[in-house]
């Protein structure tokens, strides 16, 4: 009988339609010829091709060969004979006749970069043909997840694709005509008040009037524990989810957890009613519960609670192509996690270094803002003075400073001093929570004073001075 748990011999890619692989031996020819003559024409080669775009392996050593000797300065015919002789390749390439052979050939037509496109289209094809007839294999056998092998596929077609987007040149007049383009449509729309359905906000009234519409970029809400950031994320839940398809990975709660909250914020229900003795609930409170749950229903949200990196990426990727998802929700970084093959070699910064990379990638290729919740130390604590979080407490984070379209950071004076309920001139200043936009790499930096009511899952503005300069002492 047989183990259906051993992997197939079958090559399932070499069997396509019983075809020789796409090639262009020819031009692969012609341009390690014209490389040996002429070794300056290598840094355009290399912009284009890595030995494994040759489909002959004589063709990969001698284009292996070519650029070692290049690193110690000039290439002759010479030089790259002895290296390949000290490799024990010469023969396998079929010596230096071989080579010798190939300067021959070199007519003074050749256009080097397009030969070279040449050869790596073919490559492409060649690799995407290999990974289809993987994937044909896998799903045959049935011993592996199907999830899994949906996963690892994405992962190697995108690095199929990434690798031609090395090459790809987008012509800086293109660019330009671009920014033009939407800079004029904004301005036509705002005059004839036309919605732009790509002006995405997070209708919080102060943070839109420093943001603007959100950038396709990577927003980092930061803060310690018991600052509010769950609160945070349920009032963008409850803002956003009104006007535009909003994805949110609930990594800190469950999905009743954050839709009780949800409730609790949109019909201004104390959250110790779901904490509260069952016998003395009453029949106007179970009303109010069912009400609320039909609130919550009708904000347009996707959710998800998984933690792995990976399969956070591919849930985004769907919300967006089927249910054109505008903005991504994401709670919290270092809950995160990556596949165990990779896992196993990654320090706890350079994991999160991996997630915070996902993220960014995925803003620019989804051309979505995702706004990341990020849960810092308790080293603040132990500061003296001011307890107000900096991008200083960010450096155990990660690279999120580098990689962060915007960082801000929650923070509520109260919690330090239960006497900092009032300011210098009697003001109540209770429920105070800073949200303190230290980095913004397009914009204007601040803090915006919210007021949070916590125990309704709320925050909302402040409606006193809005915007302080972040160079403002605080009044505490």
Same mark, same amino acid.
């Given at each position: 009988?047989?183990?259906?748990?051993?992997?197939?011999?079958?090559?399932? &890619?070499?069997?396509?339609?019983?075809?020789?692989?796409? &090639?262009?031996?020819?031009?692969?020819?012609?341009?390690?010829? #014209?490389?040996?003559?002429?070794?300056?024409?290598?840094?355009?080669?290399?912009?284009?091709?890595? =030995?494994?775009?040759?489909?002959?392996?004589?063709?990969?050593?001698?284009?292996?060969?070519?650029?070692?000797?290049?690193?110690?300065?000039?290439?002759?015919?010479?030089?790259?004979?002895?290296?390949?002789?000290?490799?024990?390749?010469?023969?396998?390439?079929?010596?230096?006749?071989?080579?010798?052979?190939?300067?021959?050939?070199?007519?003074?037509?050749?256009?080097?970069?397009?030969?070279?496109?040449?050869?790596?289209?073919?490559?492409?094809?060649?690799?995407?043909?290999?990974?289809?007839?993987?994937?044909?294999?896998?799903?045959?056998?049935?011993?592996?997840?199907?999830?899994?092998?949906?996963?690892?596929?994405?992962?190697?077609?995108?690095?199929?694709?990434?690798?031609?987007?090395?090459?790809?040149?987008?012509?800086?007049? =293109?660019?330009?005509?671009?920014?033009?383009?939407?800079?004029?449509?904004?301005? #036509?729309?705002?005059?004839?008040?036309?919605?732009?359905?790509?002006?995405?906000?997070?209708?919080?009234?102060?943070?839109?009037? $420093?943001?603007?519409?959100?950038?396709?970029?990577?927003?980092?809400?930061?803060?310690?524990?018991?600052?509010?950031?769950?609160?945070? $994320?349920?009032? $963008?839940?409850?803002?956003?989810?009104?006007?535009?398809?909003?994805?949110?990975?609930?990594?800190?709660?469950?999905?009743?957890?954050?839709?009780?909250?949800?409730?609790?914020?949109?019909?201004?229900?104390?959250?110790?009613?779901?904490?509260?003795?069952?016998?003395?609930?009453?029949?106007?409170?179970?009303?109010?519960?069912?009400?609320?749950?039909?609130?919550?229903?009708?904000?347009?949200?996707?959710?998800?609670?998984?933690?792995?990196?990976?399969?956070?990426?591919?849930?985004?990727?769907?919300?967006?192509?089927?249910?054109?998802?505008?903005?991504?929700?994401?709670?919290? $970084?270092?809950?995160?996690?990556?596949?165990?093959?990779?896992?196993?070699?990654?320090?706890?910064?350079?994991?999160?270094?991996?997630?915070?990379?996902?993220?960014?990638?995925?803003?620019?290729?989804?051309?979505?803002?995702?706004?990341?919740?990020?849960?810092?130390?308790?080293?603040?604590?132990?500061?003296?003075?001011?307890?107000?979080?900096?991008?200083?407490?960010?450096?155990?984070?990660?690279?999120?400073?580098?990689?962060?379209?915007?960082?801000?950071?929650?923070?509520?004076?109260? #919690? #330090?001093?239960?006497? =900092?309920?009032?300011?210098?001139?009697?003001?109540?200043?209770?429920?105070?929570?800073?949200?303190?936009?230290?980095?913004?790499?397009?914009?204007?930096?601040?803090?915006?004073?919210?007021?949070?009511?916590?125990?309704?899952?709320?925050?909302?503005?402040?409606?006193?001075?809005?915007?302080?300069?972040?160079?403002?002492?605080?009044?505490?």
């Amino acid at each position: 009988m047989t183990d259906r748990k051993n992997k197939s011999s079958v090559d399932f &890619s070499s069997m396509v339609y019983g075809k020789v692989p796409p &090639s262009a031996v020819e031009l692969e020819k012609d341009v390690l010829g #014209y490389l040996l003559i002429d070794y300056r024409l290598l840094v355009d080669a290399k912009a284009i091709l890595n =030995s494994d775009d040759f489909y002959k392996d004589d063709h990969k050593y001698i284009y292996e060969a070519i650029c070692e000797v290049s690193e110690y300065g000039i290439v002759d015919l010479k030089l790259v004979i002895e290296n390949l002789k000290d490799n024990g390749k010469l023969d396998l390439v079929g010596g230096a006749y071989a080579l010798v052979g190939l300067t021959n050939n070199v007519t003074q037509t050749l256009n080097l970069k397009k030969y070279c496109l040449i050869i790596k289209q073919k490559s492409i094809a060649r690799k995407l043909i290999k990974l289809s007839g993987e994937i044909i294999g896998d799903a045959y056998e049935e011993t592996e997840d199907i999830f899994s092998i949906l996963e690892n596929s994405e992962q190697k077609f995108k690095d199929i694709n990434n690798e031609l987007g090395e090459i790809r040149v987008t012509p800086l007049e =293109s660019v330009a005509m671009k920014v033009i383009e939407r800079f004029d449509t904004k301005v #036509y729309n705002a005059k004839n008040g036309i919605i732009d359905e790509n002006e995405i906000k997070t209708h919080f009234t102060e943070w839109d009037k $420093l943001n603007g519409s959100l950038f396709n970029g990577l927003y980092v809400v930061a803060g310690r524990p018991a600052m509010g950031k769950g609160v945070h $994320l349920t009032e $963008l839940c409850c803002r956003m989810g009104k006007h535009y398809d909003i994805g949110v990975i609930n990594g800190e709660m469950t999905n009743e957890q954050l839709l009780t909250r949800i409730g609790c914020n949109l019909l201004n229900i104390d959250n110790f009613l779901f904490k509260k003795d069952p016998r003395f609930i009453t029949e106007e409170e179970q009303e109010l519960v069912k009400l609320a749950m039909n609130e919550a229903l009708n904000l347009k949200l996707h959710i998800d609670t998984n933690r792995q990196i990976e399969k956070i990426a591919n849930k985004i990727r769907l919300w967006v192509s089927k249910y054109n998802v505008k903005c991504v929700l994401a709670d919290f $970084l270092t809950l995160f996690k990556v596949r165990d093959e990779l896992a196993k070699y990654f320090t706890d910064k350079q994991r999160v270094d991996y997630v915070l990379n996902v993220f960014v990638d995925l803003c620019k290729e989804l051309k979505i803002p995702i706004i990341l919740y990020v849960q810092m130390n308790r080293e603040i604590l132990g500061r003296h003075g001011t307890k107000e979080p900096n991008m200083g407490d960010l450096k155990a984070s990660g690279s999120i400073e580098e990689l962060a379209y915007q960082v801000s950071f929650l923070h509520r004076p109260e #919690y #330090y001093d239960p006497n =900092s309920i009032t300011d210098e001139n009697g003001n109540d200043t209770k429920g105070l929570c800073y949200q303190i936009v230290a980095k913004h790499r397009d914009g204007e930096t601040g803090r915006l004073r919210l007021k949070a009511k916590l125990q309704c899952s709320q925050m909302h503005e402040w409606h006193l001075e809005p915007l302080i300069s972040i160079n403002d002492p605080l009044p505490f």
